[in-house]
């Protein structure tokens, strides 16, 4: 690429050019080395293929030289896939049936110290298409102060994306069963006791006494609850309490998180004194809150406050 390193010998161009021209010009490389072998012992054909191959690099060096002093490397990396998409459309074709075979996503087997899953994900472009459309809209600020980063809002998007695809109940079932969570539990771990045996998350671990709550409230959970020798005392569904009809009832007064406003396809429902202190499932005690402030409700000890018929929450920090 000889215009190229005219370029960046003069120091027009950043090696960080230089290096995505070269990437660029590799993937060229890789084609027209195809095309040769694709030749075979046919020398007209190979004359020709060796002929464009000399061609096309010679263009690609001309526009990365007229491209790069003006563009960051990012910028120069998308008019190099731009250029090469259509000087070369078999680049583009075969870089996609490499990424379709290395797709995947994987969890790491461990938490890491701060309790925290990492999901590594290899997504190709029609993948990241998707994922972005369904998942950009439920990642927007739901208000002017709402205080999530960008990272968080993403995360608790593709949380709300799992939960409603869980409520439709169109997912496959696992052994009849509709996909669901299963928490094992006791009185005691609800209730926070001392000596109270944790609740556990399937699939997960021990989760504290406000996770535990904040499932009991309303996830489409099967609730084991056990005592300290193992004796079942019930095992239920949250499914089905609040009632479809206390669902609507509730969705009906409040209309959007009473939190941040998020609309109520994002809301489940918390019950204003926890179920673990008695509190009924009653409309009154119902309100309609989206995941991260159900979230700061049970784990930072915000706390629901009613104004005649409606509710708000209270952000400053109380005892759980
Ligand atoms: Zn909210
Ligand atoms: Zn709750």
């Given at each position: 690429?000889?215009?190229?390193?005219?370029?960046?010998?003069?120091?027009?161009?950043?090696p960080?050019h230089?290096?995505?021209?070269?990437?660029?010009?590799?993937?060229?490389?890789?084609?027209?080395?195809v095309?040769?072998?694709?030749?075979?012992?046919?020398?007209?054909?190979?004359?020709?293929?060796?002929?464009?191959e000399q061609?096309?690099?010679?263009?690609?060096?001309?526009?990365?030289?007229?491209?790069?002093?003006?563009a960051?490397?990012?910028?120069?990396?998308?008019?190099i896939d731009?250029?090469?998409?259509?000087?070369?459309?078999d680049?583009i074709?075969?870089?996609?049936r490499?990424?379709l075979?290395?797709r995947?996503?994987?969890?790491?087997?461990?938490?890491?110290?701060?309790?925290?899953?990492?999901?590594?994900?290899?997504?190709?472009?029609?993948?990241?298409?998707?994922?972005?459309?369904?998942m950009?809209?439920?990642?927007a600020?739901?208000?002017?102060?709402?205080?999530?980063?960008?990272?968080?809002r993403?995360?608790?998007?593709?949380?709300?994306?799992?939960?409603?695809?869980?409520?439709?109940?169109?997912?496959?079932?696992v052994?009849?069963?509709?996909?669901?969570?299963?928490?094992?539990?006791?009185p005691?771990?609800?209730?926070?006791?001392?000596?109270?045996q944790?609740?556990?998350?399937?699939?997960?671990g021990?989760?504290?006494s406000e996770t535990?709550?904040?499932?009991?409230?309303?996830?489409?959970?099967?609730?084991v609850?056990?005592?300290?020798?193992?004796?079942?005392?019930?095992?239920?569904?949250?499914?089905?309490?609040?009632s479809?009809?206390?669902?609507k009832a509730?969705?009906?007064?409040?209309?959007?998180c009473?939190?941040?406003?998020?609309?109520?396809?994002?809301?489940?429902?918390?019950?204003?004194?926890?179920?673990?202190?008695?509190?009924?499932?009653?409309?009154?005690?119902?309100?309609?809150?989206?995941?991260?402030c159900?979230?700061?409700?049970?784990?930072?000890?915000?706390r629901?406050?009613?104004?005649?018929?409606?509710?708000?929450?209270?952000?400053?920090?109380?005892?759980?």
């Amino acid at each position: 690429m000889p215009k190229t390193a005219k370029k960046l010998a003069a120091g027009a161009i950043t090696p960080g050019h230089a290096g995505a021209a070269a990437r660029g010009l590799a993937e060229l490389q890789r084609q027209a080395a195809v095309r040769r072998r694709d030749a075979g012992g046919d020398m007209d054909a190979w004359g020709k293929a060796v002929e464009a191959e000399q061609h096309t690099a010679a263009a690609f060096d001309g526009m990365v030289a007229d491209t790069a002093p003006g563009a960051d490397r990012n910028e120069l990396a998308r008019r190099i896939d731009a250029w090469t998409a259509h000087h070369d459309p078999d680049v583009i074709r075969d870089r996609e049936r490499r990424a379709l075979a290395r797709r995947g996503v994987v969890w790491d087997a461990q938490r890491d110290a701060d309790g925290l899953w990492t999901m590594r994900a290899q997504f190709t472009d029609a993948a990241k298409a998707q994922v972005t459309a369904a998942m950009e809209p439920l990642a927007a600020k739901t208000s002017a102060d709402d205080d999530r980063t960008l990272a968080q809002r993403r995360h608790d998007a593709v949380v709300t994306l799992c939960q409603q695809a869980c409520d439709r109940g169109d997912l496959p079932a696992v052994a009849s069963q509709r996909p669901h969570m299963l928490l094992v539990t006791s009185p005691d771990a609800q209730a926070g006791g001392p000596d109270a045996q944790p609740a556990w998350l399937d699939g997960v671990g021990p989760v504290s006494s406000e996770t535990a709550r904040l499932f009991v409230c309303d996830a489409d959970t099967t609730i084991v609850v056990k005592d300290a020798n193992g004796k079942i005392w019930d095992v239920g569904r949250a499914t089905g309490d609040p009632s479809t009809a206390q669902r609507k009832a509730v969705i009906a007064r409040d209309k959007r998180c009473i939190g941040c406003r998020a609309p109520a396809s994002r809301c489940q429902i918390h019950h204003i004194v926890y179920r673990s202190r008695n509190g009924d499932t009653v409309v009154d005690n119902l309100v309609l809150v989206c995941w991260s402030c159900h979230h700061g409700i049970h784990h930072l000890g915000w706390r629901v406050t009613r104004h005649g018929p409606t509710f708000t929450i209270d952000r400053t920090p109380t005892d759980l």
